[in-house]
């Protein structure tokens, strides 16, 4: 605060007996937190009576113990008076009489000509100061305030407020993306033909995928047609920030034809894993394109933020095989047999497994290269709902295509291997 309202309050000072206190009560004043989640704290002002009707201002210490919570931001304050916000600085001299809270920050809010706080009547809500629950602390803490400078004639008086952080971890992301199968450049969406064809299944489908997780959809979530329409399912994968090849965790959801990646049984944009908070590179794949992951490691905490693999400005881990379509960046679709690689001509080529599945169906009885075999398979690259080998709208085209038009094929050779960038 600046010398000339410490006068002005000084000067006040002298005037005024003292009868009224200043008080701050927070809303909450027992919170529980996952450790490395958010809280805020929030404190609520209030005056005792008789008032001097005169007041100055409040200038107010916030105390945290520093390993326990991280100071992150002042956020909707009560903008009467309001000076900026102090810097975190020690409790050398302990101020709240409280050893464990080892750090303070100041705020406060000034009015020389006394009217604070103005035409706002207390109780009122001084805004919010966020924290990040230190994710090596779990116990009890506290959050509490003491006056550096009250108004004329007043006392301070202040309620603490406890939080229990707890180990019980679980983190929250958003992540987007698109699948070149099912996209549509002129609508930006993806089709979802799988689904009015009925072929999506309720249980998740990646177990050969190594995800033993036993995820369930519901018919209302597939019945929703729209924007939020299901696609098709995809796996989100948490893998270790230091080897990125190790996956950590898991999940099936299903991808809304606008792209967003949902949990499967409720239908929410936040997927939650139950992890410890920290790095993690996030993967997304799919049944028959090749996956991606994000180029670094992401900080997972239990505030969701938003990875989207759609865009250019989400950079990807290792070579980027993204299909570039309109402004969208998609998941190259033609891995037909599950090997990370697109092949069209050679050893392991996917173009042989979708023939091969199309020659070797009973249902084909007469072994025809252009059998159309319906069903929910892997060899359905264009995810229309059926494995076509020849024709209008095969399933061989896109993935022949994402082979010549690779940038690395500079030869535009049909035996070009494409790896995938998802490391295994
Ligand atoms: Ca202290
Ligand atoms: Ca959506
Ligand atoms: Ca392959
Ligand atoms: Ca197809």
């Known amino acids: 605060m600046k010398h000339s309202v410490h006068l002005a309050i000084a000067i006040v000072c002298l005037a005024m007996p003292v009868h009224a206190a200043q008080i701050i009560t927070p809303v909450e004043t027992s919170v529980s937190v996952n450790r490395g989640g958010v809280v805020a704290f929030k404190p609520v002002y209030a005056l005792s009576s008789p008032e001097t009707g005169a007041e100055t201002g409040l200038g107010m210490r916030v105390h945290f113990d520093a390993r326990a919570l991280l100071f992150k931001e002042v956020k909707n304050a009560f903008a009467y008076g309001f000076q900026p916000v102090g810097e975190v600085v020690v409790d050398s001299l302990d101020l709240d009489a409280d050893p464990n809270t080892d750090h303070y920050l100041t705020l406060a809010w000034v009015d020389v000509a006394a009217q604070w706080p103005g035409n706002d009547k207390p109780p009122l809500t001084l805004g919010e100061v966020w924290f990040e629950a230190q994710s090596a602390f779990t116990g009890t803490t506290h959050i509490r305030t003491t006056a550096s400078d009250t108004a004329d004639g007043t006392a301070f008086q202040s309620t603490p407020m406890t939080l229990a952080v707890s180990a019980a971890d679980t983190v929250m992301l958003n992540m987007r993306g698109f699948l070149q199968g099912a996209y549509v450049t002129s609508s930006g969406q993806m089709r979802d033909n799988l689904r009015t064809s009925k072929l999506i299944p309720l249980t998740q489908p990646y177990a050969e995928w190594g995800h033993n997780g036993t995820e369930m959809t519901t018919t209302a979530l597939l019945d929703t047609a729209g924007n939020d329409a299901p696609v098709d399912w ?16 898991s999940q099936a ?3 809304q034809r606008d792209g967003d990646v949902v949990d499967a049984a409720t239908g929410s944009n936040t997927l939650v894993f139950n992890v410890v908070p920290g790095d993690y590179y996030l993967a997304l794949r799919h049944r028959n394109h090749l996956g991606m992951l994000s180029a670094a490691p992401v900080t997972l905490s239990a505030n969701a933020n938003l990875l989207d693999f759609s865009q250019m400005t989400t950079p990807v881990y290792g070579k980027d095989v993204r299909i570039q379509q309109g402004l969208a960046l998609l998941l190259p679709t033609g891995d037909a047999n599950l090997d990370n690689k697109l092949i069209a001509d050679g050893p392991n080529n996917d173009k042989n497994t979708v023939l091969g599945e199309v020659l070797a169906s009973p249902e084909n009885t007469g072994t025809h290269t252009n059998f159309q075999l319906p069903g929910y398979r892997v060899t359905d690259l264009n995810l229309d709902g059926k494995t076509l080998y020849v024709g209008p ?5 896109a993935l ?3 082979i010549l038009l690779s940038p690395a094929n500079s030869t535009a050779s049909t035996n070009y291997i494409l790896p995938g960038s ?3």
């Open 400 to 402: 022949l295509g994402n």
């Open 393 to 397: 709208d095969n399933d061989v085209n």
């Open 422 to 424: 998802l490391p295994r």
């Open 253 to 255: 959801a299903l991808l």
């Open 234 to 249: 995809v796996l989100v994968e948490l893998r270790d920030q230091n080897q990125p090849q190790t996956r950590i965790a």
